[in-house]
RNA sequence: UGGCCCAUCGUCUAAUGGCAGGACAAGUGAUUUUGGAUCACUCGGUCGGGGUUCGAGUCCCUGUGGGCCAGCCA
C-alpha cells in the first residue's frame, strides 16, 4: 500500500532492533475547517503505514487553540476520513481530553526547574527572542522561584489575569541558534470556552506542548509530520526526554505534495468561498474532500493516487495529470457505458420510420462485466455537434457530408444533406441509415468511426456541468498578482444536455461513463428524477483534441532551461580567516613532511579536533599522512558529526592500526571500511581483521576460479558486454568482490577481468 | 551576518559503493462499433566543480538553486 521510502526503512530497523515490537501512528487534525486533498496524502501516510504493518492508528483532534475550533469541522473532518476509508477502530481522541494530565505534567517540569512563568508583555517577549541572525536575551522573570512558578501558574489557571499577562514557558536557552528552541511558550491564558472543555480552562497549552506529549501519552512510536516542523522536533525530544520513558515516539518529517492547478491554504480557500468563486466547501471543484465526493472522484481513486505519490524528504508539486489518470483508472473498470449528448445536433433518418429498441452492452468488451439496457432508435435522433463537420479536416473519423460513420450499438448512416437556419447555422442533418449493418452483420460499408446519438423523443433532458481545473496555471502562488487572477474562467462550464433513459431505473449514486465524453454521476445535492443534473467527475483522455492542438502545444513547450548554474561562486577561503598558528600549521602540514594537499590541511586545520586527531595518528603512524588524512576527512569526521557518537571514543592510534594495514596492503579498502565500522563498536582493527580472516587475497590462482565461476553464471551479460555494453564490468567486479567476500586485491581482479572478456 | 533541511527523466519515485529502473506525461505502431481501454515499442535523468575509491546518484568538500525557523497559530 505504501511504497517503501524513509520512513518505512527507520521503522524497519526499529522493529529488527527490538526498538518497538509494534507500530502506532497518529493523525493530528486541528478542527478548524475542512479537510482537504494535501490531509489526504499526510493521514494516507499515517494510516497507510500503521496498516501496512499491522499496527494502530489513531485519529487525534489537535484542539488546542478554543479559537476556530469547532465540532461541526471536527465531526466533518471524521465523515471524511472515514469516506476516504481510514480505520482507527475506538482510536478517536482529542488533545483537550489531556489537559488534565497536561496540566501536571507543567507541574512537574516547574518543579523540576524547567518551566517557569513569564511576565513580559507580548512585544517584549518577542523583542527578547532576539532574531534568526541574534540570540536572545533572558527575561527577568526567568530565574523565579519554583514556589513563585507554581503560585502564578495555578492562579493562571485559576482565571486571575487577564490574557497576555502571564505566560508558562520551557526553560531552555535563550542564544539557541534553534529559534523554537529558545524557552518555548508551554501555556497562554485565553478567556475562551472551548467546544469540548467549555469553561472549565482559560489556559490552553501550545502545540509545541502538546503535541509531542499527547504522542506520549497514546504511546506513539512514529510520529510523522511534514518538513516545517524540523525545527519543533527539538522540543518534542526535550519535552518527551524530561517527562517519560523510553520506548518514546519520535518526529519524522517527510516532504509535502501539493498538486497542480490546485491550492489548498485555508485561507484562500475561505476566500474562494466567501468571494462566490465557488458555490461553497463542497463545490465539485474545491480541492476539499467534500467536494471530491460531491464531484464524484471515488475513495479508491483517491487512495491509489496518495500511494502512487511517493514519500520523500522534500517538497514536490505533483503532475495533476498523476490524479487525473488515478480516477480514469478507477472508473474505468466501475462505470457502466451509457450516451450522453451534450451540444445536441438533430439527425433526420430520411429512410427510417417507426421505433426500435436495441439491446446495448453497459460494457466494452474489455472489460469482464455484462448487463445491458434497451436503446430507442427513432426517425429524429441527436448526435453531438462535434461530431459533425462540413469541411472535415485531415484525420476526421466522424460525420461528414456523403460519409458515413456507425452509430454506436446501431446502424451505419450516411450524410445526404445539411441544413442550415437563417444565421447559416447548422440545424438539421438528413442522413439516409443501413438496415442491414446492424450488429455484427456488416452491410460491407466500412467506416473509420462511431459516434454517440440519442433518440429525440425518448431522450432526457439533464443539465450537465462540465468541471475542469479550478486554476488555468499550474501554480497560482507563483504567479503575479493575486492567485484569484488565474481562476480558470472554463472550470464549471453548464450544459442543457440529454441523457438516456435508462438512467431513471439506475440505483442512487451510480456512475457513469458518457461514451467518448468522460465520467459522469448525478449530483447528490440538486439532481431529482424530475430535474436531472449530472457533474462530469472527469473528462475522458483525448488523443484527438491533443494532436489538434499539437503544433500550439510545441509553441508552448518551455525553452530548454541552461541546468548549469550561470555563475561560479568562489568558495571563500578559509585560510583568511585563519589564526598565526593555524597558518603555521598549515605550512607544516603542507611541507614535504606531511606532504599534504592544500585543500586537505586547510580541511583539518579548520577543525581543531581534526588536526590534533590527525597529528596523534600521524604520530601512531607516520609512514602515510595523505591516506590518514583522508580517512579522517572521508570517514572519521561523519561520525564525530553523527547524533550519537560512538566515534569519541575512537582514539587516533586505533585508527593509525587501520591505515597501516591498509597502507602495507593487508586489507584493502572495501575490507577497511568494514572493520572501521566495527572499530567504531570499540575493538581494534587488527583484533577484527585476525578474527574474521579478512586479509586481502592477492594471488591470482586463486581469484581466477571465482571469475570463471561468475562469467559462467551469467553468459548474457558476458555477451552483452562483449556487444559494446562495458557499463557491465562494474557488474562483474561487483560479483566477483562479492564471491571472495570482499577481500580479493581489486586492482588484481580488475585486469584479470578484462583479460578474460577480450 | 545565524541555524536546519533538501536536490535523479517534463512530473513523481526507486537503485547493501557495483547494469541508473518504474509510474504518469509525451511520441510511434497494433487493436478497437468509445479518437476510451488494452498491448508493444520509443523518447527522456543523477544541478556545477573538486576529492576519496578498482568503481560514486550514493561517501567527503565546495559552489549554485530551493525550502523552513524570529505567533501567546498548528
Known amino acids: 500500500m505504501v511504497s517503501p521510502n524513509f520512513i518505512t526503512e527507520i521503522i524497519d530497523n526499529d522493529l529488527t532492533t527490538g526498538k518497538h515490537s509494534e507500530v502506532v501512528t497518529r493523525f493530528p ?17 499515517d494510516y497507510g503505514i500503521a496498516r501496512d504493518y499491522g499496527g494502530r492508528f489513531h485519529l487525534r483532534m489537535d484542539d488546542t487553540n478554543p479559537e476556530g475550533e469547532r465540532m461541526e469541522y471536527a465531526e466533518a473532518i471524521i465523515e471524511d476520513l472515514t469516506w476516504l476509508g481510514w480505520d482507527w477502530g475506538e482510536h478517536i481522541y482529542f488533545a483537550s481530553d489531556y489537559y488534565d494530565q497536561l496540566y501536571a505534567m507543567a507541574i512537574r517540569l516547574i ?6 512563568v513569564d511576565s513580559l508583555p507580548e512585544d517584549a517577549i518577542s523583542e527578547y527572542r532576539g532574531t534568526v541572525t541574534e540570540p536572545g536575551k533572558e527575561s527577568p522573570y526567568r530565574n523565579r522561584s519554583v514556589e513563585e512558578n507554581l503560585e502564578l501558574f495555578e492562579r493562571m489557571r485559576a482565571g486571575e489575569f487577564k490574557e497576555g499577562e502571564h505566560i508558562l514557558r520551557a526553560k531552555i536557552d535563550m542564544a539557541s541558534p534553534n529559534m523554537k528552541l529558545r524557552d518555548p511558550i508551554l501555556y497562554r491564558i485565553l478567556h475562551q470556552s472551548h467546544y469540548r472543555t467549555g469553561d472549565k480552562w482559560c489556559i490552553y497549552p501550545m502545540y509545541d506542548y502538546a503535541h509531542p506529549l499527547s504522542d506520549a501519552i497514546e504511546g506513539i512510536t512514529h510520529s510523522l509530520c511534514s518538513l516545517e516542523f524540523v525545527e519543533n522536533r527539538a522540543i518534542y525530544d526535550w519535552l518527551v526526554d524530561n517527562l517519560f520513558e523510553e520506548p518514546r515516539p519520535r518526529q519524522y518529517e517527510f516532504g509535502r505534495r501539493s498538486l497542480e492547478y490546485t491550492i489548498v491554504s485555508k485561507r484562500k480557500l475561505i476566500q474562494l468561498v466567501n468571494g462566490g468563486h465557488v458555490s461553497g466547501w463542497d463545490d465539485p471543484r474545491m480541492p476539499t474532500l467534500a467536494g471530491l465526493r460531491r464531484r464524484g472522484v471515488t475513495p479508491e481513486s483517491i487512495r491509489d493516487f496518495a500511494s502512487r505519490v511517493g514519500t520523500s524528504r522534500t517538497n514536490r508539486t505533483v503532475d495533476i495529470a498523476l490524479l487525473e489518470y488515478a480516477i480514469r483508472d478507477d472508473l474505468n473498470h466501475k462505470a457502466p457505458r451509457i450516451m450522453g449528448v451534450l451540444e445536441p445536433l438533430k439527425v433526420v433518418i430520411s429512410n427510417y420510420e417507426g421505433e426500435d429498441w436495441l439491446e446495448a452492452d453497459y460494457w466494452p468488451s474489455d472489460i469482464a462485466k455484462s448487463g445491458s439496457r434497451k436503446l430507442p432508435f427513432s426517425k429524429t435522433l441527436y448526435i453531438e455537434q462535434e461530431d459533425f463537420a462540413e469541411r472535415p479536416p485531415k484525420g476526421f473519423k ?6 458515413h460513420v456507425r452509430l454506436r450499438h446501431a446502424y451505419v ?4 444533406e445539411v441544413i442550415k437556419d437563417e444565421s447559416g447555422k447548422i440545424s438539421e442533418l438528413r442522413c439516409s441509415y443501413f438496415p442491414d449493418s446492424l450488429g455484427e452483420n456488416v452491410s460491407g460499408i466500412k467506416v473509420k468511426g462511431a459516434i454517440h446519438w440519442l433518440s429525440a423523443e425518448h431522450a432526457l433532458k439533464a443539465e450537465i456541468r462540465l468541471y475542469d481545473r479550478l486554476f488555468s496555471v499550474p501554480n497560482p502562488d507563483d504567479e503575479e498578482g493575486t492567485f484569484l487572477d488565474y481562476l480558470n474562467p472554463e472550470s464549471l462550464i453548464v450544459k442543457e444536455g440529454l441523457v438516456e433513459p435508462s438512467v431513471l431505473s439506475d440505483a442512487e449514486g451510480s456512475r457513469y461513463q458518457f461514451e467518448r465524453q468522460g465520467y459522469f454521476w448525478q449530483d447528490p445535492k440538486d439532481s431529482s428524477p424530475e430535474a436531472l443534473v449530472f457533474n462530469r467527475i472527469i473528462s475522458l483522455k483525448d488523443s ?8 500550439k502545444a510545441d509553441k508552448e513547450a518551455k525553452p530548454a532551461q541552461p541546468k548549469v548554474a550561470a555563475s561560479i561562486g568562489e568558495p571563500l577561503d578559509p585560510v583568511l580567516s585563519f589564526s598565526n598558528e593555524q597558518k603555521a600549521k598549515l605550512e607544516k602540514l603542507e611541507s614535504k613532511v606531511f606532504g599534504l594537499s592544500h585543500d586537505d590541511a586547510v580541511m583539518l586545520i579548520a577543525d581543531d579536533k581534526l588536526v590534533n586527531y590527525f597529528e ?3 604520530l601512531a603512524y607516520p609512514n602515510n599522512p595523505q591516506l590518514t588524512a583522508n580517512w579522517i576527512i572521508n570517514e572519521l569526521r561523519r561520525e564525530l558529526a553523527a547524533d550519537e557518537a560512538p566515534a569519541q571514543k575512537l582514539k587516533a592510534k586505533d585508527l593509525a592500526e587501520l591505515i597501516e594495514l591498509i597502507n602495507q596492503e593487508t586489507i584493502n579498502n572495501r575490507i577497511a571500511k568494514e572493520v572501521f565500522a566495527e572499530m567504531l563498536e570499540g575493538k581494534t582493527a587488527r583484533a577484527i581483521v585476525a578474527e574474521r580472516g579478512l586479509e586481502q587475497v592477492t594471488d591470482s590462482s586463486e581469484i581466477e576460479p571465482l571469475i570463471d565461476k561468475v562469467l559462467a553464471a551469467n553468459p548474457d551479460k558476458v555477451e552483452a558486454y562483449k556487444g559494446g555494453k562495458t557499463g557491465l564490468s562494474g557488474f562483474f567486479m561487483g560479483q566477483v568482490m562479492r564471491e571472495s567476500g570482499g577481500k580479493a586485491n581489486p586492482q588484481l581482479v580488475k585486469e584479470l577481468i578484462e583479460k578474460k572478456l577480450q
Open 29 to 45: 487534525p486541528e478542527p478548524n475547517g475542512y479537510a482537504h486533498i494535501g490531509h489526504t496524502y499526510a493521514s494516507f501516510i
Open 111 to 116: 518543579k523540576a526547574g524547567k518551566a517557569y
Open 398 to 403: 466522424r460525420l461528414s457530408p456523403g460519409e
Open 413 to 416: 448512416i450516411r450524410c445526404d
Open 544 to 551: 484527438w483534441a491533443t494532436k489538434q492542438v499539437k503544433p
Open 616 to 618: 596523534d595518528a600521524v
